[in-house]
């Protein structure tokens, strides 16, 4: 008789189930909270697009200054539209984005960048424009609550990649970009001084034409841009010299100066922003003769 052999039996292969997917939470309160942001910036967008004043900013008040000024737009678009954009990637992150800890990630580090750069346009209106605009306060109220609602509901597994390292890499992203635009609206990198430009500056300084202004006023700073690095040889006179809400100067008192800028050239007045050609013409400089050969 035969003996049987003797083998380890096979058990069939047990397929592993399938892992269920998570469903999709979307975050309602930041949502909400990109939702505000949204019709904020998009309505600025839309005003500085088709060149109209916000609701609420009179002529001459903070936001209207705020507004006008050349921190208000970035690389010829207005800065409100990149913030609209901004508010849109929250919203769809929130939205689409898995509720998982990178989904934290992803809001946390677009509302820091967002917040940093609202506090930076914010400081420089308070500091170089002695202004605020309710509107851009409005903006930066929404990405404070961002920032709180996400620290305060941050996952206990949130971030990532480790507390110390996403600290590092949202600062660094935040220096970075805060550090560009600090460095676009400076006069850093300009480009260097046109010769016929400064020379035009200084033919009006010596012919005895005067340029009243002020550094809060919009259009000052777009006249002062048309002339770029050759602006300092402008007969310029600054009449706040004690800030917004200071005394007049007494050069402008004197030669009843109501609006800015002011040029006072061969005894004519002129209150409007000039191009340089419309200067040269009114001053009697030869403006072709020096063009670049």
């Not at 397929?15 to 469903?23: D, F, N, V």
């Not at 300084?205 to 602006?231: H, I, K, M």
């Not at 040269?280 to 400089?285: E, K, V």
Request: hydrophobic share 50%.
């Amino acid at each position: 008789m035969a003996k049987a052999k003797r083998g380890r039996t096979q058990r069939p292969a047990v397929e592993a189930a399938p892992r269920p997917r998570r469903p999709r939470a979307p975050d309602w309160i930041v949502l909400g909270i990109a939702g505000f942001g949204l019709l904020i910036t998009a309505y600025l967008s839309a005003v500085a697009l088709w060149g109209t004043v916000p609701a609420l900013c009179a002529e001459g008040s903070g936001c209207d200054i705020v507004q006008g000024s050349r921190w208000s737009r970035l690389f010829g678009i207005p800065v409100a539209l990149f913030g609209f954009g901004l508010y849109a990637a929250i919203a769809l992150t929130a939205f689409f984005a898995p509720d998982r800890p990178r989904r934290w990630d992803r809001l946390m580090w677009l509302a820091l960048i967002g917040l940093s750069i609202s506090l930076y346009l914010t400081a420089v209106g308070l500091i170089e424009l002695e202004a605020a605009c309710a509107w851009c306060m409005a903006s930066l109220a929404c990405l404070i609550a961002l920032v709180a609602v996400l620290a305060w509901r941050r996952p206990a597994t949130a971030p990532a990649l480790g507390v110390q390292r996403f600290a590092l890499s949202a600062g660094f992203a935040v220096v970075v970009t805060v550090g560009a635009m600090a460095a676009y609206h400076s006069e850093w990198l300009q480009p260097p001084e046109d010769p016929r430009l400064r020379a035009l500056a200084e033919h009006l300084d010596s012919s005895g034409a005067v340029y009243y202004g002020t550094f809060w006023c919009p259009n000052c700073q777009e006249q002062r841009r048309l002339f770029g690095a050759a602006a300092q040889h402008l007969p310029y006179v600054e009449c706040s010299p004690n800030g917004r809400r200071g005394t007049v100067a007494f050069a402008c008192v004197s030669n009843e100066v109501k609006a800015y800028p002011t040029w006072v050239i061969r005894g004519k007045r002129y209150e409007e922003v000039l191009q340089p050609q419309m200067l040269a013409r009114y001053s009697g400089f030869n403006w072709e003769a020096r063009a670049p050969r």
